[in-house]
């Protein structure tokens, strides 16, 4: 629940209404775990503090929670953290999603993480495609202007006196996303305040701002030049637990990189390096500081030149004696007492930033992206002329919308109201009429009056839902209003409404933080709490139910279209010129209230036919108001989600395709209306669920390969490892084994045996089992491992060692040439000839984590490297290991297989194939 202040006057509040954006963005960033005490504190503690840290890096899980939460919980300074990239090309320990559906996941750990340590979130529009080893490299992917600007319009829009780089922005950061964010970190140190080379519209509008500081991390490098360290590990007693703990919590929301990490008690330090300065008052030794802020004018005098009327100067002086005596009557176990104090705190704030004199108070650039212009015409009708706000004011206008928000936040929770929106069902269909029940309870000392409600969809006021209607409200009692809503796009992750471009995602940067974008529908309620004014508490629009197992869950409401069609996958393979018959499943869902009959029809390609031209679905309708199910449903307990309409639809394809990539579409009909896309759930407990949309078309990419004939193998799925089912298509009898099964399983059986990608890692019971593999190689066996880590070196894992370098060796650039060395080998012949076509057109890597010298008994087959490094001979390598084979590859094809790369494909086979591989 998020909360902002508005004024009394009924005449000003349209006026007030504009400084949603920024008031939102300011309160959705406040702690939404702690309750009670534990979050009340820490607000009024917060109260006139408006200092601001933006730390920079590349992608989640690089941030350092532990500076995150000491200054943001531990001193109450606004901290937000700019990842450049969403991670999308990591690899995922918890699922098969990769690419942009794991971004989708590691956004939401990120979000999650905020909400634990009490930062923001920002992005921009670079999309992670995978390992880079240099700077070079990374801006050949990323456009450097484009980058650099979404840099400086975070920085104009979140105006920090302080930015702390967490990577040095030199070669030994590690990886060219490290560097480029150390390097954009200082250059928008430099440049945020240039408006001749990035104006005021290069940027959403954001004028100049000048950071006062600038810092970089040394927590891992350069300990020993470090000017300032802050004693992380402080214990807060309001919390329990020191920052070092929360911030241990924080980084373990990073469960797709397995982040989890144990909560550090006891004094911990977090260290960095002051490379620059603009504050006059600063040390001209970095190593005098005693703290970021040193020499920096934070308090709110600063802001004294900016008024313009005796009424606001006499207020601003006031402020900080108000807020002292907000923190002077808390009392955490009779939060009550608080409320007169927060009130003259927020008619103070008020009175600085008045109605019709707010320019210098809010940006408008935010304000207007977030309202519709007419409510903004009106908003702003009287300071037209003042729109091109001071670099100054955009100080005030943080500083403002925080204090507001920490005050309305404090008075809330204070006043012990709280407001609760709810659905019947998740997901409802765009363009119809969504009940919404608003439930208002008063669980404080005094009463409460409820002047009026909104909703707000889309990020924007919906001006046909408002309604004002005074009631008050009793301690210990409860309001119930009925609201509806419309949503008019369905829900999904912002940035990926429009297809991405290269490595960058299309939909610009507008400096609004990932924390403070609303849910797809929220719902404003503008009340009067006795002896302290006007407040407006806004909650989401939330489906409540009961899970038997895991108690309470609330997810966001969401739109959908009224019909959705959808395939398994987006990529599949065949085996070219070879008759197959395959079975084809469409999803079709229903998110109407009412019944829908739906057609479904395939779209094939020249060489396809299905078994019929047509299937029909017939939905009965959402029910409207479901509650609750289930034999404690009058107790709130068990019953589970609404389910779902859902319904799967079968065609047999049978043909044969010549070599190339073709389309198999499934289309959808209803009510006269064509549906062609859906969308895939991605869901896990720790993050909102979030739908992925995407055509309903099928890419089938015809391989000309030969099978051997009957090859049946064993795999052992790795990390975000959708390998087994590719080879499944192309003709390959798979069985997946469970790695703790493996000393009762029949080994014999199997043509092959196939490890996945990083199996090592995440299976401790694939370690202990390991000699259960190599005696099935020894024994006449093939055993092919794709690529580990560092766990690969542990004696008993290969049958032979290697060596990994630190950094591993690794190829980044996918079309960099590989070069036979062993042409006699026959895993390179048999049984598919494969020349250096095969290599063409792979995705992001070639391969990874290669050995650096490996024992003799390893032949290499192939030798590759990026541009201007020394050949890694790594990428295959075949040993003869008593009667059988085994086979260690690094190259990628974790990534080739599942985006259909066809020489992918057929060297895999021969792999699987391989016996005897020395031998011509």
Known sequence: MTVRTSSPSRRTRLAAAAAVAVVFAAASALPAQDRGAAELGPLVQGLGVSGRVLVIAAHPDDEDTQLITWLAKGRHVETAYLSLTRGDGGQNLIGNELGEALGAIRTQELLAARRLDGGRQYFTRAYDFGFSKNAEETLTQWSRDSILRDVITVVRQFRPHVIVAVFSGTPSDGHGHHQVSGIFGREAYDAAGDTVRFPRAATAGYGAWTVSKFYRSANFRMQEQATIRLNVGEFNPILGRSYSEIASDSRSQHKSQAMGSLQQRGVRFDRMIREATRAPGAPADPTAEQGLFDGIDTTWARFAPLMTTASQRAALDSLPVAFAQARASLDLMQPGRVVPALGRASRLLRAVCPAPAMAPCFDPAAVARELPARALSAAWAATDDRLQVAAGSGDLAQAYSVALARTARALALAAGVVAEATVSREVWAIGESVPVTLRVYNRGGRPVTVRATQSIVGGRVDERNAAVRETVILPDSTRTDSLVVRFETPTEPWWLAMPRVGAMFTPSVTGISETGRRPAATVAVTISVEGAGETTIETPVVYRYADAIKGEIRHPVAAAPAVTVALDDA???????????????????????????????????????????????????????????????????????????????????????????????????????????????????????????????????????????????????????????????????????????????????????????????????????????????????????????????????????????????????????????????????????????????????????????????????????????????????????????????????FRQLPNGVPGAARLMINLLSARNTLQP
């Open 571 to 893: 990529v599949a393979y065949a085996q070219a010129n070879v008759p197959f018959e395959r079975p084809v499943r469409v999803t079709v869902r229903s998110s109407a209230s009412g019944p829908r009959e739906v057609t479904v029809a395939l779209q094939l390609p020249d060489g396809l036919v299905a078994d019929s031209a047509e299937r029909h679905v017939n939905f009965p309708g959402n029910a409207r108001n479901v509650a609750v199910a289930g034999p404690g449903a009058a107790f709130g307990i068990g019953g589970g989600a609404a389910p779902e309409l859902i319904r799967d639809v079968t065609f047999t394809v049978r043909g044969r395709l010549a070599p190339g990539r073709h389309a198999l579409s499934a289309v959808a009909t209803s009510n006269g209306e064509r549906f062609a896309t859906g969308y895939t759930s991605v869901a896990y407990d720790h993050m909102l669920p979030q739908r992925l949309y995407r055509p309903a078309t099928l890419g089938i990419e015809a391989v000309d390969a030969v099978l051997p004939r009957a090859l049946h193998i064993a795999y052992i799925a790795g990390v975000g490892d959708n390998v087994a089912p590719m080879l499944e298509q192309l003709g390959v009898r798979v069985t997946l084994v469970d790695p703790a099964s493996l000393p009762r399983t029949d080994l014999s059986a199997f043509g092959a045996v196939v490890v996945g990608t990083r199996a090592y890692e995440a299976s401790e019971a694939l370690v202990a089992n390991n000699a259960r593999l190599l005696d099935y190689a020894r024994g006449g066996g093939t055993l092919v491992v794709q690529y580990g880590q560092y766990e690969m070196t542990q004696p008993g894992i290969m049958p032979f060692p290697i060596t990994l370098g630190r950094p591993a060796d690794r190829v980044t650039v996918e079309g960099a040439p590989v070069r036979v060395i062993e042409p006699s080998a026959s895993i390179l012949s048999s049984p598919n000839a494969i020349s250096a076509r095969d290599f063409d057109g792979w995705v992001q890597d070639r391969s990874l984590y290669m050995p650096r010298t490996f024992d003799p008994a390893y032949t290499p087959v192939v030798e590759t490297n990026d541009p201007g490094e020394s050949p890694n001979r790594g990428a295959i390598l075949v040993a003869s290991y008593g009667k059988g084979t085994y086979v260690y590859t690094t190259l990628a094809f």
